[in-house]
């Protein structure tokens, strides 16, 4: 089905209640959220099908604009609320929205084990390297040598991948890529919402208010080229040594394995618990 800017427009926005949005201009989460409703419309998924959840920040706000069942949670407990969705009704496409610091500091616990449990949740998550709504903060993902409000001087600490965290935690599909590639982060949120188990993709965006303007990386636009610029695919950075991938962002599906769902695994244990039998 060809995608329809308009028919989506008008299916999924709450367009007469939240709008205008928050974000800056030339924000990259207007971009994660084209290409979020882009692969719900080819899914064809009902939207009293579909719960999605948020945590605190930029990236939260993105549910109260869509008109789906939604959640705006907690900081860093987007996860737990979305697991208690699923198991109360697995029937339920879940979808987590988070940014880097709500998903990985004060929420890391709950990814690294929701990625190990292989709950059937899908986790977008959008990394801008920065707190960019709470005053541009140092986050987990902000680079060493970085400037902040919290690292004035330069950010002492090293920086961790997101999706190679979700790699080595247990996640059945994990993907990344850029606000740039809108094209390709459509495909790869379907891909994820389609996959049975815990379902990771990772966006590489710009907080070029917060974070750009104080490291000198220019506006938005020069931001997004530098993603067009840096960008290599999997198969590409495959062929590379460490040193030849340095300052680089592998983009596509980094793991797709099959795995004990948790969800489906808790069910056949619950009729398992209600016919009386321990094995």
């Known amino acids: 089905m060809p995608v329809s800017a308009q028919a989506i427009r008008h299916q999924y926005l709450r367009h007469n209640k939240k709008f205008p949005h928050v974000w800056c201009p030339g924000c990259g ?12 419309y080819r899914m064809e998924l009902p939207k009293d099908e579909v719960v999605l959840a948020s945590g605190i920040g930029c990236s939260g706000r993105m549910p109260t604009y869509l008109d ?18 699923k198991l109360a009704n697995p029937a ?11 998903a990985t500091a ?9 990625a190990r449990r292989n709950l059937d949740l899908t ?8 707190y960019g709504m709470t005053g541009g903060q ?34 059945a599909f994990v993907a990344r890529s850029t606000v740039y590639h809108a094209e390709l982060l459509d495909r790869l949120i379907e891909q994820a919402m389609n996959k049975p188990g815990f379902a990771v993709v990772e966006v590489i965006s710009n907080c ?29 950075a495959a062929k590379l040594t ?25 069910e056949k244990l619950r009729q398992r618990a209600g016919e009386g039998r321990k094995i």
């Open 29 to 40: 989460n207007g971009i994660v959220m084209a290409a979020l409703l882009r692969a719900f």
């Open 68 to 85: 789906f069942n939604t959640l705006h949670c907690t900081h860093g407990r987007a996860l737990t609320f979305a697991t208690g969705v």
């Open 92 to 102: 339920l496409k879940v979808v987590v929205i988070m940014g880097d610091g709500d």
């Open 106 to 114: 004060i929420g890391g616990n709950h990814f690294i084990h929701a």
């Open 123 to 130: 986790a977008i998550i959008i990394n801008n390297s920065i």
């Open 138 to 171: 140092y986050s987990p993902t902000t680079p060493f040598g970085a400037y902040t409000t919290t690292s004035v001087y330069g950010h002492v600490e090293h920086a961790f991948s997101i999706a190679e965290l979700a790699v080595t935690a247990g996640a």
């Open 208 to 236: 070029h208010v917060q974070y750009g303007r104080r490291n000198q990386l220019g506006d938005a636009v020069a931001m997004l080229g530098s993603f067009r610029d840096t960008a290599i695919t999997v198969a590409k």
């Open 242 to 266: 460490a040193e030849e991938r340095e300052g680089t962002i592998t983009i596509g599906v980094l793991t797709d394995r099959e795995l004990p769902v948790s969800t489906e695994e808790y």
